[in-house]
């Protein structure tokens, strides 16, 4: 397995970032990569919510919410996706740092195709994946703060 960990400051109060992150199907308002998202199931949130993504490079992807803790943090299995990678596990937390900031913390967690002889594969998403992190925490800071969808400033490569 591999593993990718990032964290961002955000001049924004933990529940202001928590409630933008728990609308489960406005992914696409902060995503730069994703043009549309949706919820597919009855679940608009927590345990059990789907979505489906659409990329701009034309890729979709399904998640799903299998562990949460309300206002706290979500892990999301991502249970569908065109990727090479397997077993793609975002764990999202918002976590307090001072009155009225924030600190969002990413951690994602993935296998590499075919066993051992894909794992130069796994490698070579690391970059890009931390690359992707990256753009979608300086969105969802945007976001956050202007309340400015970032849809469409990023194609996907």
Request: hydrophobic share 40%; proline share 4%; glycine share 8%.
């Amino acid at each position: 397995m591999f593993h990718i960990h990032a964290e961002h400051a955000l001049n924004a109060p933990r529940p202001v970032v928590w409630d933008v992150m728990n609308d489960f199907g406005s992914h696409y308002r902060y995503n730069p990569f994703v043009q549309h998202s949706e919820i597919i199931n009855d679940v608009p949130t927590g345990l059990g919510a789907e979505r489906a993504l659409q990329l701009y490079d034309g890729s979709t992807m399904r998640q799903r919410i299998v562990d949460y803790e309300a206002g706290r943090s979500m892990v999301v299995d991502v249970v569908e996706s065109e990727l090479l990678i397997r077993h793609f596990i975002i764990e999202l937390s918002v976590e307090e740092k001072t009155e009225g900031t924030c600190k969002l913390i990413y951690d994602i967690s993935y296998a590499a195709p075919f066993g051992i002889v894909g794992y130069p594969v796994g490698l070579l998403f690391k970059p890009i994946l931390m690359s992707r992190i990256n753009h979608v925490l300086k969105g969802l800071e945007r976001y956050v703060l202007t309340r400015e969808a970032v849809t469409g400033l990023i194609r996907s490569r």
